[in-house]
Structures are given as C-alpha cells and as structure tokens.
Nanobody
Framework: QVQLVESEGGMVQPGGSLRLSCAAS????????MGWYRQAPGMQREFVAH???????FYADSVKGRFTVSRENAKNTVYLQMNMLKPEDTAVYYC????????????????WGRGTQVTVSS
C-alpha cells in the first residue's frame, strides 16, 4: 500500500520560513507526479504546488514567488520550501501522489498523506 508521510509542520511568525517534506514508500517514486495541497478550517482543500515526474513545477497564484516545490528521487521525497509566510497560509498541508497527470484531468491525486499543521501567527 502506498504510503506518504509528511514531516512535522509547526508554528512560525509572519515573514518566516518553513520546509515541509513528504516521504513516499511502496511506489516507484521517480515515475509519480507529486502535489502539495492545503486545507484551512471550514475551507475546501486547495492546490498549492505540483512537481511532475519530469521535474516541471506549477504553483497556485497565492504562493507563487514564495513557495518552492522540489523532489529528490534518490530519497523518495518531495519538499515544499515556504518563505515569506503569511497568516493566510495557516492550514493543514497534505502531499499527494499519482502516476497519472492528475492535473491534466482536473482531479486530485490518488494517494494522500495524513497532513501536517502549519500555523503562521505572531
């Protein structure tokens, strides 16, 4: 069974930085497209960033220029570097994985981690 495990999030002050990681197991990681999503209380899960199996990246407008997604295939891990954090970035962050180009089909990734809380507050 595919497993995705996000690193522990945390609390950070506005303007601060945080890096999340997501370790995958039981998949051929290099073949998978990976995404980061987030869900704030009372809100729907929303797209944050995506990195394709070929390394192409895409970002939500709200995080463009502040967040960077990357992957390290040798470690079966995808990262989300978050800089210049804002209170509105507060959410539970999830990583997702799919061997298909789920974004092309307008759907969510097939596999999900359990999520990790990120809180931006002074």
């Amino acid at each position: 069974q595919v497993q995705l495990v996000e690193s522990e999030g945390g609390m950070v002050q506005p303007g601060g930085s945080l890096r999340l990681s997501c370790a995958a197991s039981k998949i051929v990681f290099s073949a998978y497209n990976m995404g980061w999503y987030r869900q704030a209380p009372g809100m729907q899960r929303e797209f944050v960033a995506h990195i394709s199996s070929d390394g192409s990246t895409f970002y939500a407008d709200s995080v463009k220029g502040r967040f960077t997604v990357s992957r390290e295939n040798a470690k079966n891990t995808v990262y989300l570097q978050m800089n210049m954090l804002k209170p509105e970035d507060t959410a539970v962050y999830y990583c997702g994985a799919d061997i298909l180009d789920y974004r092309r089909y307008g759907r969510l990734p097939r596999y999900w981690g359990r999520g990790t809380q990120v809180t931006v507050s002074s």
